[in-house]
């Protein structure tokens, strides 16, 4: 069933992508990571997308946070914020120590 899922990952249907982004953020794989990742990022300005992503359990690892200031422009800056946000919420100093270092 997941690489059923996959495949939808090039849909032209912004909420068929955006329903994958959810559902991919309760599989824990590398290719599901890599999936969302490459969903989050296609669509990076629309804040649904956004939402989608920070929904996921796997947020709060940290490792998207790494993904995204490696890989940072500028059109990622409401993405960052929202993470930021999410951080201080739930008291990760290790990712906004990571973030005030950037």
Known sequence: MQEALFELA?????RVRFQLLLTLGYVETPRA???RNELLF???DDEWMQIAALSAPSVQDGELLETLLETY???YASF???LSA????HRKADQLQLLLEY
Do not use: E, G, K, N
């Open 10 to 14: 090039s849909d032209p249907d912004a």
């Open 33 to 35: 990571a890599q999936i």
């Open 42 to 44: 296609r669509d990076i």
């Open 73 to 75: 422009q500028p059109s």
């Open 80 to 82: 960052v914020r929202r």
């Open 86 to 89: 999410l951080a201080a919420a």
